[in-house]
């Protein structure tokens, strides 16, 4: 395992993050594929045994449950201090106002077990709050003790921009890493926002990295429970099949030239982009098995060329 560290906050992290939302429980009816307690922590103990120590989740996945899973399963095989753990807040009442963030993170910390998170993120742009409330609630936070560091995900780069010169306006602090939508089949941010990261020391770490699988395997579908009912994945990605699938098949090749696996190719792909930390889903050991390959590959300039030469520009999708 590779290391690297969250901006400028000193945190370091594992260069791939266990993405929890496969974890829950399908009775909340955000998703029919999760995996229930015991799934969840033989893959979370997996993880650890690879040598990931950063672990995202949501306080709204699966209605709380991601976040009461992880928490056990770090309680029964490691140390707090040796793991760095990420939850999100927006998708609640109230989304990003500061009643809302003091409430949604006491939920968070006590569903987790913890009296701290390494890293809280915003999961989008709050359209109905003042920035300034937003970002001095959040700094009280990290000043209570409750935070380590802040993150932000998928929004416009002026809305990041913005944000960020808040913090540094009335010495707030700011957010250290950007979990944007990112893939070799959607690069819009590579426009503005991924930009604006990289000028500001941001990490990147993106969700969706595969584009749920579609970078990982030669047919588009696949015939599994999240394939068959996961529709805001075919929302992100199935108008664009076509075009996209040319993509999927230079990964294919690629993949093929240094003898591995599409999913190693497609997260060397990342490592190359600059990425610190993208964010795997998996519900099986297999896919972090083949993620953590991703080092091994002597990906090259002209191999990312190759793969990005197809690409086309695409609709907005993530940013609200």
């Not at 370091?12 to 009816?29: I, K, N, T």
């Not at 009461?68 to 106002?97: M, P, Q, T």
Request: charged share 25%; proline share 3%.
């Amino acid at each position: 395992m590779q290391y690297t560290t969250l901006g400028n906050s000193g945190i370091e992290v594992s260069r791939l993050c266990l993405g929890c939302m496969s974890f829950g429980d399908p009775a909340s009816r955000m998703h029919a594929w999760t995996l229930n307690p015991e799934e969840s922590e033989k893959i979370i103990k997996h993880a650890l045994d690879l040598g990931i120590n950063f672990f995202d989740t949501a306080n709204t996945y699966s209605a709380g449950t991601s976040e009461e899973y992880l928490g056990r399963a770090i309680k029964n095989n490691v140390a707090r201090d040796k793991v760095v753990l990420a939850s999100k807040v927006y998708f609640n009442e109230g989304h990003l106002a500061k009643t809302a963030i003091n409430r949604e993170i006491e939920g968070t910390l006590k569903r987790l077990g913890t009296d701290y998170l390494d890293l809280y993120i915003i999961h989008r742009f709050d359209y109905g709050t003042l920035i300034e409330e937003t970002m001095e609630a959040l700094n009280g936070l990290v000043k209570a003790g409750k935070v380590r560091a802040l993150g932000a995900s998928a929004m416009y780069g002026y809305q990041f921009y913005n944000m960020q010169l808040c913090a540094r306006d009335n010495g707030f602090a700011p957010f250290v890493s950007m979990q944007d939508h990112y893939n070799p089949l959607y690069r819009e941010d590579e426009r503005e926002l991924i930009p604006i990261c990289r000028q500001m020391n941001v990490a990147l770490t993106p969700y969706s990295p595969l584009a749920s699988g579609r970078c990982a395997r030669p047919n588009w579908e696949a015939n599994t429970m999240r394939s068959k009912t996961d529709v805001v994945a075919r929302g992100k990605y199935d108008s664009t099949e076509e075009q996209d699938k040319l993509i999927a098949e230079r990964i294919k090749e690629v993949a093929d030239k240094y003898n591995t696996s599409m999913t190693a190719v497609t997260f060397a792909w990342h490592f190359k982009k600059g990425v610190a930390s993208p964010i795997v889903g998996a519900t099986k050991e297999k896919y972090l098995d083949d993620a953590v390959k991703a080092f091994g590959v002597p990906l090259t300039d002209e191999d990312v060329a190759y793969i990005d030469e197809c690409y086309v520009p695409h609709k907005i999708v993530g940013a609200l």
